[in-house]
């Protein structure tokens, strides 16, 4: 896109210039020709006017009197019926620009000057003429390169705006480019985010929901068939062997749905892949500088060097930018962004040095649309969702001043490929 609008405008420059840069070129050419041989004209005329005073008074021609007027280097030549051909000056060369005026009295007067100097100031406009065209082009290059990283800049923003929202970043992105075509793609494209982002909450909530439904209903079926199972004094045999092949069906039926379940966190979790967080999260948090830094507060971050853990990159970007998000609103002071290695898991902590979190939004600090700032209260819940998917967890290990914890694990041939966590939601 970019080397298209380059391009086209470039094109447009070089047409523009070439087709008033030629004819102004060529005219200036014959201008300089022109103002040449006007001058020969003029010259001629005065001498010619001398002359013909002289012999009107009855003198005889003398070219030493009109020899001011004949150009440097140029030669003078009077032809008069009585006197002949009267020459003045050095021959001019072989191609000599020639001007020739008549004499009242009868005669003529030519003036004769080397062609070198007029074709020198030819060629000196055309020089010129040529830089201007130059310039114009060089002028038009830089502003089509200025104009096109202008448009395909935010072009490729918005394409890896996109990108990042299929791959399940639905963080609102902020940055408009003053262009309303654009900035109104940027605007519906934070509106899908917003929607994609409680769909698939709801989405996870609906299977969380779910799978406890069907868990307690089967545990409760299972319990009453067992009981049906036990052959009771007089109970019949038949009605014994229905309720054991019921439990049996009830056995598989759990079974299937903890494969389903399982499916489903495999899925989830399909393109996780080794990140080292040492460089990937130095990437993230460079978002956030300009921000923080508008605001007279810092970024710092402590990292351990060749920390790596299994993590969906897009999941580990939404989640830190929901943490990192979250400081800058409700927070202040430095945010300090920091990792550390367990046994199985990789932590890494974001803080700040605001108020915290008020007492009575402690335990639902997770819950969606709890929030202490007037916001949607999806951030957390989601982010926590996604960890989920990744194996790991999401606490909130500090409420004054605001610190909370991810717990993802670690990348390494003997790790375990998912930690199991408790399923209590409430934050430690």
């Known amino acids: 896109m970019r080397r298209r609008i380059l391009l086209s405008i470039l094109l447009a420059v070089a047409v523009t210039a070439c087709a008033l840069g030629i004819p102004l070129g060529y005219t200036a ?7 040449t041989r006007d001058d020969l004209v003029a010259r001629a005329q005065r001498i010619a006017a001398t002359l013909d005073d002289e012999i ?37 060369g072989s191609d000599p620009v020639t001007e020739q005026v008549p004499i009242v009295q009868q005669g003529t007067v030519t003036l004769l000057v080397p062609s070198g100097p007029m074709h020198t100031r030819q060629a000196q406009v055309a020089a010129l003429v040529a830089l201007v065209i130059v310039l114009t082009v060089g002028i038009g290059t830089g502003v089509a390169t200025v104009t096109a990283r202008r448009l395909s800049s935010p072009l490729r923003h918005v394409a890896d705006r996109a990108s990042r929202l299929g791959a399940g970043d639905f963080r609102r992105d902020g940055k408009r480019y003053d262009i309303g075509e654009l900035d109104m793609v940027a605007d519906a494209l934070d509106t899908s985010a917003r929607a994609l982002a409680q769909l698939v909450q709801r989405e996870r909530e609906l299977v969380g929901d779910v799978s406890h439904q069907l868990r307690s209903r089967l545990t409760a079926l299972q319990l009453r068939l067992e009981n049906l199972a036990l052959a009771h004094d007089g109970a019949p045999e038949e009605a014994s062997a229905d309720a054991r092949e019921a439990v049996e069906q009830a056995e598989r039926l759990s079974e299937v749905l903890d494969e389903l379940l399982a499916a ?11 990140v080292d967080l040492g460089i990937a999260l130095p990437k993230i948090a460079d ?35 929901v943490l990192l998000d979250n400081a800058q609103r409700h927070g202040a002071g430095t945010v300090t962004v920091s990792t550390r290695k367990g046994d199985v898991t990789a932590v890494i902590e974001v803080s700040d040095q605001g108020r915290g979190v008020p007492d009575e939004l402690i335990a639902h600090i997770f819950d969606r649309g709890v929030s202490g ?42 790790a375990l490929p998912s930690v199991r966590w408790p399923s209590d939601p409430s934050p430690r």
């Open 56 to 92: 009107a008074s009855g003198h005889t021609p003398d070219l030493a009197r009109v020899a001011v007027a004949v150009p440097q280097d140029g030669r003078l030549v009077v032809r008069l019926p009585s006197t002949g051909e009267l020459v003045h000056g050095p021959d001019p």
């Open 264 to 274: 489903a966190r495999a899925a989830r979790a399909l393109d996780a892949e080794p």
């Open 29 to 35: 050419v014959q201008i300089v020709g022109s103002l």
């Open 287 to 321: 978002e956030w500088r300009d921000p923080l830094r508008a605001e007279g507060r810092a970024l710092r971050m402590r990292l351990q060097d060749g920390l790596r853990v299994k993590v969906a990159p897009a999941r580990l970007r939404e989640v830190i930018g």
């Open 373 to 414: 700032g007037g916001s949607t209260g999806l951030g957390l819940s989601l982010a926590r969702a996604l960890v989920d998917s990744d194996g790991g967890r999401l606490e909130l290990s500090q409420a004054r001043p605001a610190e909370f914890s991810v717990f993802l694990p670690v990348a390494r041939a003997d």
